[in-house]
């Protein structure tokens, strides 16, 4: 699925079985929420928490498709094209951070 792809089938679903967008300031503290429980994820399977009973069941894939969809709800109703928006953010990266990143003695 590309990224215009994804935009569309988030559209759809929106339209359709989530009946509308919530307004911007919800799913601003809705993505707020989802990042927590990526992070709440990580810090068990990659950091020093341990696993409690609650977190039985939960899934990073999921957890991150939660994240993103969230955010494309987000571009979908602000008007962001997602495909141009990551294309501009790539080359500016590629622009500022090509040779920085190879004179980084951390990354060696």
């Known amino acids: 699925m590309t990224i215009e792809q994804a935009q569309q089938t988030v559209d759809q679903w929106i339209t359709t079985t989530g009946v509308r967008y919530f307004n911007e300031l ?6 707020t929420e989802e990042v927590g429980e990526v992070a709440r994820l990580i810090a068990r399977q990659y950091g020093e928490q ?19 969809f969230v955010v494309i709800c987000l571009a979908n ?8 928006a990551m294309a501009r953010n790539l080359a500016k990266k ?8 190879q004179d980084n003695e951390k990354l060696k």
């Open 26 to 31: 919800t799913n601003m503290a809705i993505l």
């Open 50 to 68: 341990s696993f409690k009973e609650s977190d039985k069941g939960h899934e990073l894939g999921d957890e991150l498709a939660d994240v993103l």
């Open 77 to 84: 109703q602000t008007g962001v094209d997602l495909t141009e």
């Open 94 to 101: 590629t622009q500022r951070d090509a040779q920085r990143h």
